[in-house]
């Protein structure tokens, strides 16, 4: 039988799952925290996508090497010119090591280099661009330690690459 929390302790475990997805966690002692604020809000969703969101995903995850924050939305109703309904993902990790951030960064850049990306010199230490230019948007960004990316997904009638780019732009210069 678990004991009840004392003073100023919270009534949810490390690792416990709450109902909106999102896991509680202590952050690693030399880990500085991820501040959720700067990062993918509902109004941006809203701004991308052109339309009313919901949260899809929410989650926060502590490895040996990075603290990993990640969340999503979709649109709430099909775009009727499109036929599609859209959704925004955002990921941002937090490394130990700037070594493990340029590692991770490297790996997808270079994965997805021959299926033509465009790298971004004005965006973070390093970022890129890569679009189909039909179903989706995806921008990855490293600065410092922190490595972001968000990728749109079913690109319909009422998304905005411009809201996508000032987004992405606001969220580095938080980092």
Request: glycine share 6%; aromatic share 8%.
């Amino acid at each position: 039988m678990a004991s009840k929390p004392g003073p100023g302790k919270s009534q949810s475990e490390p690792g416990e799952k709450l109902a909106d997805s999102t896991t509680i966690l202590h952050a690693h002692p030399v880990m500085k925290p991820i501040d959720r604020s700067p990062f993918l809000t509902l109004a941006d969703a809203e701004k991308i996508l052109g339309e009313p969101v919901h949260v899809i995903d929410s989650s926060t995850i502590l490895g040996p090497e990075s603290l990993t924050y990640q969340c999503g939305y979709a649109a709430n109703e099909m775009d009727s010119k499109t036929q599609k309904t859209g959704a925004i993902y955002f990921l941002v990790e937090r490394f130990n090591e700037l070594s493990g951030a340029q590692k991770r960064y490297s790996f997808i850049m270079e994965s997805n280099r021959d299926n033509g990306i465009k790298e971004l010199k004005d965006v973070g230490d390093e970022a890129y661009f890569h679009t189909d230019g039909e179903n989706f948007y995806f921008i990855m960004v490293r600065k410092g330690v922190n490595v972001f990316n968000m990728k749109m997904n079913k690109i319909t009638s009422t998304t905005s690459l411009d809201a996508f780019n000032d987004v992405a732009r606001q969220i580095t210069a938080a980092l």
